[in-house]
């Protein structure tokens, strides 16, 4: 006795189609269905705690980067200034002109190694404690740091060759936690020619 | 001469054979095999969807599982698991059970046989409709939601006076995740003034600043891109990104393009009118209807090793005024109003240490079916039990009968 389906309408022989084929016809359809071009989609949920602690009108350094690894924020950027990628080394990373960069670090150790470490990068004589005095005072991220300069051939370490004409402004403070590093290299006469735009940046300088 | 059978009924046939169940358990068996042998190389995630989802309706298994000389070549092609799951829970209920021959003397296989299908089907029920995400607690927090570790949503709040307000908008990632190569998708949101047009999904994305380097002819907004990067096999470790368009309604005004990405701390503020709404792409959240609150938690580790030997947690769920106290554990979950708590992982004071630990993390599970393998389970045992008593019975009695005979 042949099946019935519904309407009691008997399905005899004669069909090519055998059923494996049908069967598979489905998902071959199902595959094929795109989402189309314009939707509306009406869902909601109710605000939670995870939407606690949003910031409005956040900029693009508050989004992006994580303030617990990212700490500092440029008040200022001057003019001609271009934002690089951050790293763990360069927690704000700036380039000017042709080679000229900027980096602000933090890092260990004390001032005059920090210092020393820049006078090596230039082949330049160690600073003593006793040169201390004669450096400038600068006021940076709440803090009292030293003005720092250094002319000549740019060793720049990461694997990069060594560089010549070349300068470094910048300041080197100890908040009593970290040591603040504010580092502008770049061809001597681009660099001289920055500094009123590194104090400004400097001056700009804060917490997020 | 026998009549040949109709071609309903051959098709029947075909579909409740014991052929076919056999041919479909193999399948199954080379595609469990395949899949755990591939997901070493491409990942959990990846090698479920590739094997297992509805949309897969055929699985080229990467012939790199047999070596690397391999590498780029692919095994013969299978059929889809989903689907062969289907024909085999399809196979079982019409062969199985509605084909059976019913009587007193197949109850325990028919029984067992319905187990099966409960099962297949719980899993049919658990793809469709279950909610997962987890819950992290530092110790003495508290939480009212939990989150997806793979799925995605654009979330849209409106802010007054500084503050998030009303309901959370949000579009689920089945709507934005195929906006690749070109195609985009515009988003209407009743309620919302704008549009939000979706393009240029990136499945792992790293926000950076411009930089030569880096850039590849990604699009530039406001000075920041969103870098492809390398996709990780775990998939919860990667940050999925997305250029978005907010188009106000009825033309009016322009376009705003903005970079979204898990990766983002904060919302991408938008001010339409005297309105201000806050825009961001987020692991999907799942709200509790009730706030769970971490007092104490602990682990243990087998002797010089990393292995976790027991993780628990002490809780207090508050739901309104009612506060009660729980002790969450490895397969101990907490059962309450629809949702079930699992202890998923901690952080250990000391690595591979027993202590106490600072942070806890409970699998937040809402499944409709959340039971059913249990009750598969149950079902199925009584039925071989109930056949096994049967047959012992049978072929004792019929030893008797046999003495018995002169």
Known sequence: ????VAGGTAIRGGMKLRGPTAFLVLPLLLAACHKPAVVTVDETRPLTMADEGLKVDASNLDRFQDPKQFPFAAGIVPDGWRQEAADQFRLLNFSFGQGGEVAVGASRGDLLQNINRWMDQFSAPHLK??????????????????WVEAKGTYAGGMGREPRTGQMLIGVVADDGKQIITVKMTGPADEVAAQKPALNAFIRGLHYR | MRPQPSIPLRILNFFSSVGLATALLLILMVETWLATLEQVRHGLFDTLEKYFNMKAWYVLPDAAIMGDTFSGKFLPPLPGGYWVCLLLALNILLGGIIRMRKGWKNTGILLAHIGIV????????????????????????????AQSLTETTVEVIEAHDGKPTGAVHFVTDQYYRDCVDGRTRVVKVPGLPFDLEF???????????VSKERLKGEPVVDGWFLADIKVEK????????????????????????????????????????????????????WPTPFKVRLDSAKSKFFPNTNRPRSFDSNITRIDHDAETQHFIEMNAPMRYAGMTFYQ??????????????????????????????????????????????FKLATFILGRRSKRALP
């Open chain 2, 118 to 145: 409960v099962l297949m089907a719980g899993g049919a029920v658990s793809q469709l409709f279950e909610e997962r995400g987890v819950m992290s607690l530092l110790k003495g927090q508290t939480a009212d939601y």
């Open chain 2, 344 to 389: 998923r992982q901690m952080a250990a004071r000391n690595e591979g240490g027993d202590g106490d630990a600072a942070f806890s993390q409970f699998e937040v599970v809402r499944n409709p079916s959340d039971k059913w393998p249990k009750y598969s389970i149950l079902i199925t045992g009584a039925g071989l039990l109930g056949h096994f008593i």
């Open chain 2, 234 to 285: 775990e998939e919860e470790s990667n940050h999925p990104g997305i250029h978005v368009k907010l188009k106000p309604g009825n033309g009016s005004g322009d376009s705003t393009i903005a970079l979204l990405t898990t990766a983002a701390f904060q919302p991408l503020t938008y001010h339409l009118g005297d309105r201000t709404f806050l825009i961001r792409m987020t692991k999907r959240v």
């Open chain 2, 199 to 209: 393009a240029g999904y990136v499945r792992n994305a790293d926000p950076s600043p």
């Open chain 1, 129 to 146: 404690e006793e040169d201390f005095g004669k450096l400038e005072i600068v006021h940076v991220l709440g803090t009292d740091g030293v």
């Open chain 1, 1 to 4: 006795m042949p099946l019935r």
